[in-house]
């Protein structure tokens, strides 16, 4: 009997976008998940292909984010050598290396925040919820890599926790266009987060 390939053809549903999203800044956080070397750069461990294009969109957020006092928080993912989950990715983001450290062009300022993440969610066992609770935030900008993983797994622990979700498609970058599609599914039709652009992003009080 021979085998019979069957194609199939997905319909993606259509995904709404907000052209503009006009945001107050003293309860907003922009959430940098992982823009690390081992994500972004060529040579990383774990590279993504398209989280290098990503950068401008992501710097002109923390621009806008910095002169309108808006909290910005970046997440690091951060590994000990025998990590369970080098199983799965094998070794990355090695804790104190070259791989695990933020972009050059994403440095932090001393009054950002740094989330060291041990797991995909970057919720998970850290001190992400408390820095939000503390600083009365009700609304989360989330960016950055990768978007089916890390980025989704953050943006559906904020939606769980009654943050608003707010993610500009083109500061997220993923392996592949099927994940990257599927994330800002997600994103909108199971977590009713807004889908926009970096520019479509504003900060009024």
């Known amino acids: 009997m ?11 549903p259509s995904i709404p976008e907000h052209k503009e999203v006009i945001l107050d800044p003293t309860n907003t956080a922009l959430i940098i998940v992982d823009m690390q070397n081992d994500f972004v750069r060529k ?12 950068i401008p969109f992501i710097k002109r957020l923390v621009d806008k984010a910095r002169s309108s006092n808006a909290l910005v928080i970046y997440t690091q993912d951060w590994h000990m050598k025998d990590d369970p989950e080098f199983k799965i990715w094998g070794e990355h983001a090695l804790a104190g290396t070259w791989g695990a450290e933020i972009i050059d062009e994403l440095t932090p300022e001393k009054s950002d925040f740094i989330v060291k993440k041990y797991r ?3 919720f998970f066992e850290s001190s992400l919820d408390y820095i939000l609770r503390v600083k009365n935030i009700k609304n989360t900008i989330i960016t950055g890599t990768v ?3 890390c980025v989704l797994h953050t943006a559906g622990s904020a939606a769980l926790r009654w943050y608003n979700v707010i993610m500009p498609k083109d500061s997220i970058s993923a392996i592949t266009e099927f994940d990257y599609y599927a994330t800002l599914r997600q994103v909108d039709f199971l977590y009713k987060g807004i889908i926009t652009t970096a520019d ?6």
């Open 200 to 205: 479509g992003i504003k900060f009024e009080r």
């Open 43 to 54: 040579n990383g461990k774990l590279s993504v292909p398209t989280a290098e294009a990503t």
């Open 147 to 149: 978007a089916n993983i």
């Open 2 to 12: 021979r085998a019979v390939n069957l194609i199939m053809k997905i319909e993606v």
């Open 120 to 122: 995909y969610d970057a």
